[in-house]
């Protein structure tokens, strides 16, 4: 803008002025900047001022950008006329694009007069003025161009924000660090102004006919434009003492101030002002402001005609009102501009103008990301602190993407977030629920952090994610279930550590299947229906053949995916119980009851193998085995449900078992084991035999659990000793422990112990008598002394010489030499018997037992359990 116009500076007059001007006018002070954010950029953080010649109060800009370095002007380019705001900077030298985040619930479509302010005052002592662009969210304001460093450029614009945040960005183009001095805000009445919602106002000009020059603004003005003074030396002035627009609003609201002055031509029946040069493919926006300021008497009158650039305009004949502001408004296109107030004939009075707003339109067309992606993307940035090119809108301009973004531009006015990528960005915690707000991803690495925490099943939620690394990281807990379906499903490649999807298999036997059927495209029928008949009898001998083979694995073990495994728990919703190697959860296969027991122990190459042995013992008391999944670092055993729980649970309490029952679960108990024992090659050893791996089901019948898992997981047999979890305290056989040689008769003192606490209803160690059960019992052999050992529940119940039997044969289950104990077939055949006798005792029948155990108790044994 090239104004042939002068402005004298006289500083101490001006406050005088001021200070008349106030006294004589009284403007409305407006105490309420909460329009307003006032940002004095490179002030120390949280530091506030207010302004030397205006009550503006301005802050640091810490809360808004996190990048830059904060500088002050050399001394030499500060006097006592410049702005505080002036005196510092925050200048960046990292970075293409910076940005500042003005953000505001409120803000979405509203409208905001935005001005910065721009003055090197060699700052970082380079002498170099820098040039540089500044942008409104993903667009161009305007380039900045400074003179010297004693230059101050101040941009202004009426701007409508389109979202809820703005960015104000400084972008280096390759000619000098950007900075900044200040930036302000200030938000407009919706009214004020009207334009296209596209359309923003760059200010031109804006100017106060008025005698002196102090420039007004805040608080004259309440909404905080600046407001310059102009007098030229051929212009008169009229001024009143009298409020201008007192009862009376206005679209623009004015400042009363400005209004109540203004510029008359002297000695001449026009005024005109003029200016260019001016871009003529843009359209300019002209704002002229009237109000009579003259009392007049009646025989004068004040008319004029308004001509723009020589057009007359539609206003002939203007007789501005009394005290009451005409704004009159006109946008046109033209490469230089001449504003003529020309008196008419019989008017008596020259035409006067109080101000007049220049405005350049600029079209912004406010594109921007998906609003919800940005907040999504913000709440990860805050909740990681990540320190890369985060500046700004993250997809446009499409070359400021940050980094580690893929977005979608095709749909011009929904850009969305559909990749992320933050691998190995140090992030650590949880992952954010935030990042389910970014519906559109397609793409999400995360691999390689810290990240800890359960897998939020929120990201099964993605409808569009096909890809996902979640590899180095500590997650803990399962894989959510729908993440696994997609992953297995192939829709999903999720790449996690010791995750295998099963998909692979079943993809190469598809892939087969369709090379074969493309082969024989243009085979005629004849050789078609040959083809066809050789394959029917190629597969049905090979159906054939494999369905015996088959038939030898089927019903023994069934291989479930992980996925299947935690449909079958509901996402491991009910605990059932913890044992020595994992939880156990319940959970339905078709309809059917089952407890699945997740293995927390890793590396066990043998699992799979072990899996499938386990699967081919079955026996009535044995609980089978359904199936087992070995998928990565999953595996899981799925057994059997057993309603009634452990036996342990039933030795105590007013549901306690009778003596019958009880013999009834000792002899399954040894059915079982001697099964394990002499019905298996090679011969499994339970290792942990004791009254919570004996489970009852619906009927009270007992059936053996987690036999052969130790046996799985002790392929290493040099490690044993470490493995404490192989055999339970009380349980475990001294000479097993002694020697660590493992033999079938461990499992017999377990047993011997189990017997001793369905007959005393006793833990194995006595804590109230610090003692072993063994010893307890064994003592009270010595001392003919057993009716005081028996669980008062039994209440008598029983027959004493078989109960003795029945101690005897125990404790000599739990002789300390293994040589000394009988085989499991030998007890369960004892316990048959006793069964019988104990039975046929409550129908009134005698059944002879022959005694034939001898009682191996050794009084000198000390057990060290
Ligand atoms: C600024 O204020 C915040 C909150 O009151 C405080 O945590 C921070 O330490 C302050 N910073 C400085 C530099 O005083
Ligand atoms: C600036 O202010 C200081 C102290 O208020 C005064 O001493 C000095 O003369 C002033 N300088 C000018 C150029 O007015
Ligand atoms: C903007 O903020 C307002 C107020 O909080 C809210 O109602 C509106 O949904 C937000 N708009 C967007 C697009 O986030
Ligand atoms: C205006 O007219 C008066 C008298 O006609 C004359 O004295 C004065 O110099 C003129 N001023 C200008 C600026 O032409
Ligand atoms: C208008 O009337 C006033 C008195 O009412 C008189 O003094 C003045 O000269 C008149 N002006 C004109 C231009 O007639
Ligand atoms: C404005 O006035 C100047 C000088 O009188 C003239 O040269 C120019 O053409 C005018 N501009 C327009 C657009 O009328
Ligand atoms: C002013 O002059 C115009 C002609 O130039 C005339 O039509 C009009 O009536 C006059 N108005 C007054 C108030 O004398
Ligand atoms: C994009 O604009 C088109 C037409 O202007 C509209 O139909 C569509 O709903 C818009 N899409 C979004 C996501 O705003
Ligand atoms: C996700 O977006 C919804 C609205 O779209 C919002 O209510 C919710 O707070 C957002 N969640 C997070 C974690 O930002
Ligand atoms: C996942 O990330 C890890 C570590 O960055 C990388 O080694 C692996 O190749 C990635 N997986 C895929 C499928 O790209
Ligand atoms: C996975 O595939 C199964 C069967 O093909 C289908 O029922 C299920 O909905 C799919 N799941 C996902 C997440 O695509």
Aim: a negative charge; hydrophobic letters at 35%.
């Amino acid at each position: 803008m090239d104004f042939k116009l002068q402005k004298y500076f006289l500083f101490p007059l001006l406050v005088l002025l001021a200070i008349t001007l106030l006294t004589h006018c009284s403007p409305p002070v407006y105490d309420d900047q909460s329009g307003f954010v006032s940002i004095d950029c490179g002030l120390p953080e949280n530091s506030t001022y207010s302004g030397s010649m205006f009550p503006v109060t301005y802050t640091s800009d810490e809360m808004f950008i996190n990048t830059g370095v904060n500088a002050r002007l050399l001394p030499k380019f500060i006097s006592n006329y410049t702005e505080i705001y002036l005196e510092t900077v925050r200048s960046f030298p990292q970075g293409k694009r910076n940005c500042y985040n003005l953000r505001s619930s409120k803000d979405k479509d509203s409208k905001f007069l935005i001005r910065a302010f721009f003055m090197y005052g060699n700052y970082d002592n380079k002498s170099h003025v820098p040039k540089f662009d500044l942008h409104i969210g993903t667009e161009l304001w305007d380039t900045i161009q400074l003179d010297n460093s004693s230059h101050v450029v101040t941009k202004e614009i009426i701007h409508v924000f389109s979202t809820n945040y703005t960015n104000v960005c400084l972008v280096n183009t390759g000619n000098g660090t950007p900075f900044i001095s200040a930036l302000e805000l200030r938000r407009f009445r919706n009214s004020m102004y009207p334009s296209e919602y596209e359309i923003s106002l760059e200010l031109k000009m804006r100017y106060n006919f008025v005698y002196g020059t102090m420039p007004l603004r805040y608080s004259f003005d309440a909404y905080d434009r600046i407001w310059e003074a102009l007098q030229l030396p051929e212009w008169d002035s009229v001024s009143t003492r009298r409020e201008v627009d007192r009862d009376i609003e206005n679209d623009f609201y004015p400042p009363t101030l400005a209004m109540g002055t203004a510029a008359t031509p002297l000695n001449s029946t026009t005024w005109t002002l003029s200016w260019g040069p001016a871009d003529p493919n843009i359209d300019y926006h002209t704002y002229l402001y009237f109000a009579e300021l003259v009392s007049l008497l009646p025989n004068q009158t004040r008319k004029f005609d308004v001509i723009i650039n020589s057009e007359t305009a539609s206003w002939e004949e203007f007789e501005p009102e009394y005290l009451t502001t005409f704004v009159m408004s006109d946008k046109r296109k033209a490469s230089n501009f001449n504003y003529t107030l020309r008196q008419t004939n019989n008017s008596t009075l020259p035409p006067l103008i109080n101000a007049l707003e220049v405005y350049a339109a600029k079209r912004f067309f406010k594109v921007h990301t998906d609003e919800n992606d940005v907040d999504a993307i913000m709440e990860i940035k805050r909740t990681y602190d990540v320190k890369k090119n985060w500046q700004g809108d993250p997809c446009l301009p499409k070359d400021y993407t940050w980094e580690g973004l893929r977005c979608n531009y095709s749909s011009s006015n929904s850009t969305r977030i559909i990749g992320l990528d933050l691998s190995s960005s140090g992030l650590s915690g949880d992952i954010p629920s935030s990042l389910s707000n970014l519906t559109a991803l397609q793409y999400l690495d995360l691999s390689d952090n810290d990240l800890t925490g359960p897998i939020p099943s929120s990201l099964a939620g993605f409808a569009f994610l096909r890809f996902l690394n979640l590899t180095g990281n500590k997650f803990w807990g399962s894989i959510p279930l729908g993440l696994a379906e997609k992953a297995n499903n192939e829709t999903l490649l999720l790449s996690m550590d010791g995750f295998v999807p099963l998909i692979k298999n079943q993809c190469q036997s598809a892939q087969c299947t369709k090379k074969k059927l493309s082969i024989p495209v243009v085979a005629s029928v004849a050789v078609l229906l040959m083809l066809l008949i050789v394959a029917i009898t190629i597969y049905y001998f090979t159906k054939r053949k494999g369905d015996k083979r088959v038939d030898s694995f089927d019903s023994r073990s069934q291989r479930f995916s992980y996925t299947k495994i935690v449909s079958m728990t509901n996402n491991f919703e009910k605990i059932l119980g913890r044992g020595g190697f994992g939880l156990v959860y319940h959970g339905y296969l078709d309809n059917k009851e089952v407890a699945v027991k997740m293995l927390a122990e890793t590396g066990y190459k043998e699992f799979q193998i072990e899996a499938e042995l386990l699967g081919r013992v079955h026996h009535r008391n044995l609980i089978s085995l359904v199936g087992y999944c070995y998928e990565g670092a999953y595996m899981a055993l799925v057994y059997e449900y057993m309603a009634n729980g452990t036996v342990k649970e039933h030795l105590n309490g007013p549901k306690s078992l009778t003596w019958i029952e009880r013999l009834q679960v000792a002899l399954n108990g040894a059915e079982g084991l001697d099964y394990l024992h002499n019905g298996c090659t090679p011969p499994i050893v339970h290792r942990d035999v004791k009254s919570t791996n004996i489970l009852l089901d619906d009927n009270f019948h007992a059936k053996l659990a987690d036999f052969g898992i130790s046996r799985a997981f002790s392929v290493d047999e040099s490690s044993f000793v470490s493995t404490a979890v192989v055999g339970t305290i009380g349980y475990l056989d001294p000479e097993y422990a002694h020697l660590q040689k493992l033999h079938e008769k461990s499992d017999v003192y377990s047993f011997g112990v189990v017997l001793l606490e369905l007959i005393t209803g006793q833990p194995p160690v006595i804590t109230s008598k610090n003692c072993h059960i063994t010893q307890w019992v064994g003592n009270s052999l010595t001392t003919g002394d057993v009716a005081d050992v028996i669980d008062p529940s039994l209440d008598g119940t029983y027959d004493s010489e078989l109960v003795e039997k029945y101690v005897r044969l125990a404790i000599s289950c739990c002789s300390p030499s293994s040589a000394n104990r009988p085989t499991m077939h030998y007890v369960s055949s004892r316990l048959e018997e006793y069964l019988e006798a104990a039975t046929e005792a409550t129908k009134g029948i005698m059944v002879y037992i022959e005694d034939s155990t001898t009682i191996p108790y050794d009084s000198n044994f000390s057990n060290k359990f």
